[in-house]
């Protein structure tokens, strides 16, 4: 299933506002979806034995309390930290959430949220100005003090200071929310909350807002339509329906298994890219969302326990006996109005010919009218153009010459900024689009979204292969095999860019930054970089995905922090649960810090292996770096 990319519209230089409100929405999701078990656990304990359970039982009753109020404030603080700074930074989320966790009247979401990240970021600090200094064989001594003193002082603060800070937010917003109960307004939430979700910060807002206002409210009343505020799955659902009938072709083709994550699995993401993509559809989320809210509240509607995730099962799950109705109500209408409200924008934009989704569907962009674009004939050179030319750009081109070499193609690489003035066919990333019509006004452009096997490489070899009038086959087979200088001849280039100890296999991590974090702290271990070339890969991830397709990813740092690359390397990191990639599973990240071309022979390699199926899982699935060195150096086809 391949869903609209999301990342396409992010600002080139990775400074827009929507950029740095998704990044910031992705890292407080971040700290909550690791952590969806244990709320999924809380909340059967609350639905099943509380009083007015489904199966009320004092004792068992009693475990409700203390997870709510302790456990996942503390796992929240606890995973917060450790994206940021590993084990240790966990350790010290953890200490300090704590300290705004005990002796509060609410539950101590948004406090873990911000008490967690900044303890672990004040202890890497405190690390950087130990380094160096600390003598051979107190390390440990030293590490677990600083970890002790450091996480007794942020306890307290978080105590007497944070805690009564965030207990005062918390009191405006529930007076708040209390006004526009009261007096039937709870749906304008609605104006507020789809938006927020769009831009990623659907967990931050349900579970740092919602969750502990709703828990006050059933405590007292036994339900709460505070839960239904975000989780209601309707808005979204009637927004995929409508382009499942009404959308373009490319697009219905991908909608059937998104309407089923989101209605059955609960997750949302799943729809925030078709709003993205346009983003007048909003209307219909929210419109949805109102609806929904309106009829729920006139039916005195409610759920017992957070719906996480926001799926209908869940909704099920956490409805009490005899309220069923009432909820199926405020689901259904809201979808049905998001449905109605989708459809009239998606068909008035249809109507006007908006065409800018299919021309996104197809990968292609013109920048200059059919009569003024070179014939294919006419074509002696395909350009593939990444952000830096490092690596993106050679896994396709070591692809691409295999295809277009019988006929006679040069295909060469290189960075966005550095393409020839008169090239005359460029592929590309979608999100470099406009920098490659900049660079080459009069050049055809071919934009992709997956580096690896992508559809847009298929339809220039065809065009090309029909312009030139040769056989109707693409088969890799078929073709003649390329050169052997084209081709990674030495086992020693391998092992000398991929040392064995930059493989790391069976590793965790629970955001794409932290991935990538990982990833460059690998590159620093092997003496390739420093810290300064790690922020620069986060930087780079702002401008465009480094997500390649087939499970992989291939962080590398912005053209302006190649001055801290000390060597040419590249790391291997295997990921066996997944890590979330702008809506992709990524399960390998290859890290690569190069000033030079030495890497390059290795990443044509890299570009056959992962082309093929087979040993691209067994890359994902190797249990040993001795594995994956004979996958990478074996195999030269």
């Avoid at 979700?197 to 059933?218: D, M, R, S, W, Y």
């Avoid at 382009?243 to 991908?254: A, H, K, L």
């Avoid at 086992?491 to 100890?501: E, F, N, Q």
Wanted: net charge negative.
């Amino acid at each position: 299933m391949s869903l609209p990319d999301a990342t396409v519209n992010k600002n080139l230089q990775g400074r827009s506002v929507r950029a740095s409100v998704q990044r910031f929405g992705g890292f407080l999701a971040g700290m909550i979806m690791p952590n969806i078990g244990a709320f999924i656990a809380w909340g059967l304990l609350t639905a099943l034995f509380i009083e007015t359970g489904w199966a009320p039982n004092a004792t068992l009753a009693k475990l409700v309390g203390p997870t709510l109020t302790y456990l996942l404030p503390v796992l929240i603080g606890y995973t917060g930290g450790k994206i940021v700074n590993g084990t240790r930074g966990g350790v010290i989320g953890a200490i300090a959430t704590m300290g705004v966790v005990v002796g509060a009247d609410i539950t101590m979401f948004l406090g873990a949220m911000v008490m967690g990240p900044f303890a672990a970021w004040l202890l890497k600090q405190v690390d950087k100005l130990l380094k160096g200094r600390v003598h051979s064989g107190f390390e440990m001594l030293v590490d677990n003090f600083e970890i002790g003193i450091l996480g007794m002082v942020l306890a307290i603060i978080g105590h007497v200071g944070v805690e009564p800070i965030v207990s005062t937010l918390m009191g405006w917003l529930a007076t708040g929310v209390g006004f526009l109960v009261h007096h039937g307004l709870l749906p304008l939430a609605s104006v507020l909350v789809e938006p927020a979700k769009v831009l990623f910060l659907n967990n931050a807002v349900n579970h740092g807002i919602f969750t502990p206002l709703g828990t006050q409210e059933a405590h007292t009343t036994g339900r709460s339509i505070l839960f239904m505020v975000e989780s209601n799955p309707g808005p979204g659902l009637g927004l995929l329906l409508a382009y499942q009938f009404f959308g373009s072709r490319q697009i219905r083709q991908s909608t059937p298994g998104a309407i089923i994550i989101h209605l059955f699995g609960g997750i949302h993401e799943i729809f925030f890219p078709y709003v993205l993509m346009k983003p007048k559809t909003i209307l219909a989320t929210i419109a949805g969302g109102m609806s929904g809210l309106a009829v729920g509240v006139a039916l005195h509607a409610g759920l017992v326990a957070p719906a996480s995730p926001g799926s209908i099962i869940a909704w099920f799950l956490m409805c009490q006996p005899g309220h069923y109705v009432a909820m199926i109500a405020d689901f259904l209408i809201a979808t049905v109005v998001s449905f109605i409200v989708a459809m009239l924008v998606i068909r008035k934009d249809h109507d006007k010919g908006d065409t800018v989704a299919e021309d996104q569907d197809q990968n292609v962009v013109s920048a200059a009218p059919a009569s003024a674009a070179a014939p294919l004939t006419d074509i002696s050179e395909v350009v593939i153009a990444c952000d830096a030319g490092m690596g993106s750009s050679v896994m396709v081109a070591s692809a691409m010459k295999k295809r277009l070499s019988p006929y006679g193609i040069n295909v060469a690489h290189t960075a966005i900024d550095q393409i020839p003035p008169d090239a005359s066919l460029i592929l590309t990333q979608q999100g470099l689009v406009d920098r490659a019509h900049k660079r080459a006004p009069g050049a055809r452009v071919v934009a992709f979204t997956n580096y690896m096997n992508d559809p847009a490489f298929d339809r220039v070899e065809a065009e090309i292969r029909a312009a030139h009038g040769a056989p109707g086959t693409a088969d890799d087979e078929k073709l003649p095999q390329t050169s052997t200088a084209d081709r990674p001849s030495s086992t020693h280039v391998a092992t000398s860019v991929l040392p064995r100890d930059a493989i790391r296999l069976g590793q965790h991590a629970a955001s794409k930054e932290e991935a990538i974090t990982m990833a460059g702290q690998v590159l620093i271990d092997e003496g390739a970089a420093d810290d300064v070339y790690v922020k620069g890969m986060l930087a780079r991830e702002d401008q465009i995905s480094t997500y390649m397709g087939a499970g992989v990813a291939i962080p590398h740092g912005i053209n302006e922090v190649r001055n801290h690359i000390g060597k040419a390397t590249l790391g291997f990191l295997q990921f066996p649960e997944g890590v979330e990639w702008d809506g992709n599973t990524c399960t390998v990240v290859i890290p690569i810090a190069s000033s030079s071309d030495e890497h390059l022979e290795i990443m044509a390699t890299l570009a056959r292996l992962l082309s093929n199926a087979e040993t691209a899982r067994q890359l994902r699935e190797a249990s040993s770096a001795d594995e994956v060195l004979r996958l990478l150096t074996s195999q030269q086809a």
